[in-house]
Every structure is written in C-alpha cells, then in structure tokens.
C-alpha cells in the first residue's frame, strides 16, 4: 500500500517511522511520503491562508495551494487514490472504515490546519477520486496529522504481515461487533489478585466462553449502543443469558 500525507508540519508525522509503522515501511509493506503543501506556495511568505468569506474567526487553508498539491502528488502513481480528509465535520472512523480502507493501493490524507480546507478542493477532488471527510471523535483537534496518524495505524495494522500474529487482529475489540475483554500475563498472582482459574484450566471451550461472556458485560456496561447493533442471530442461546 501507497501511503502519502499531504501537511504543512513535515516533522509532526515522524512517529510513521516508528515502531509498527516504521517495521511495514523496512519490510516494504507500505511505502510512506509526506509532503510540506508550502512546497507548492507561489509567494515570498508561503502563504497556505487567507480569510474566510462570509466572515468570522480564523482562517481557511487556500483552495490553489491545495489544488496543485494534490494534483501533483496524486498523480504519482498509476492507481487512482483515495482521498482522506480528516475534519471533526467528518463521518465517524471506524473499524469498519480501517478494513475497507486497508483494501486500497493507495491513500492520502490531506491534514488540514486553521477552520479547515476550502471546501472546493475537497468537492474538485471527488470528481476524480473517492474522497471521505472523516472524524476521529467528537472532539476539536488543532489540526489533522494526529488524525491522520491515528487512521493509518488502524489500517496499516491490518494489512498482511504487519502484525506478528494476524488471529490479534480478528480477536480485537469490534472484529465481532464487541469489546474485547480484560488480559492477563505472569505472574499467576499479582499484589494478591489472583489471574481467573478457568484461564489456566486448560479447559478451551470453557476458555472460550468466559471470554465471550467477559467481551459481551464490558460491552454492555461501557458501550451499550454496540450491543444493539449487533445484527440479528449474533448472540447465541448462551449469549442471552448473560
Ligand atoms: N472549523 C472546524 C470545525 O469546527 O469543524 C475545525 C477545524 S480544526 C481546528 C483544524 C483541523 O484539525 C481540521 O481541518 C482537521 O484537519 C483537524 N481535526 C480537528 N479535529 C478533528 C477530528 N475530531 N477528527 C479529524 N480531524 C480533526
């Protein structure tokens, strides 16, 4: 997968060369640019804002610099690319969204700062590529490489050969609609609380179903709306009893 990160603070993505991240890259698993937009200014103060029309606070990131920007770095590669633009006015990320994401060739995010992006770049781009204005949560961030950053550990995590174990994945949290339930490692006792029995019972059908229990009260108790989503015949006869 082709990964590029179109922002006006090069430095705030480094953390892709880290860890996870930064082992997909050495392995070729992804490839990663990212991209200063005021390479793509035209006058002496690399100018990517101006004040908003109708008025108000704040400024607007400029349609023309954002324009040739991604028309240069979208037209890079072969594949035709989908747009990410993180923004709070976005439709929710998900994991949902990781996984349809994670079947792409190719992804850029486009980092807005200030009130946003002018909203023709974003309407311009559609014409020619898939394009999702996503949120990270119901919350204000000063600009969008966090998001960003966030969004693509989600996908690239799923991408063949990233993960040490690919079962991590399809046993996380929302694989099956609920949220994981609690973990435990060494040692057997911890400041007297001792690890469940039936987790060293070696009994795996008993195993099993605690876990499945554990995932469906942690879920009922911190994400109720969850439960209620669950498509129809997902909860099994023991399922309801809980
Ligand atoms: N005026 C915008 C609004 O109220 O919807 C907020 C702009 S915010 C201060 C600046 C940038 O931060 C956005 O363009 C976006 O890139 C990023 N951002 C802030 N919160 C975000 C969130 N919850 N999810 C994704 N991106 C976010």
Known sequence: MRIDVITIFPDYLNPLREALLGKAIERERISVGVHDLRDWTHDVHRAVD???YGGGPGMVMKPDVWGE???E???AQEATPRLIVPTPAGRPFDQKTAVRWSQDPWLIFACGRYEGIDQ???DDAATRMPVDEVSIGDYVLVGGEVAALTMI???VRLLPGVLGNPLSAEQDSFSDGLLE?????RPEVWRDRPV?????SGNHAAIARWRRDQALERTYHRRPEL?????EGDLDKADRKQ
């Open 50 to 52: 101006d004040s908003p």
């Open 69 to 71: 920007a991604l028309d």
């Open 73 to 75: 770095v979208g037209a």
């Open 120 to 122: 023709r770049v974003i």
């Open 153 to 155: 550990e989600a996908v």
């Open 181 to 185: 339930g609690p973990c435990y490692t």
């Open 196 to 200: 469940p029995d039936v987790l060293r």
């Open 227 to 231: 439960l209620s989503a669950l498509p």
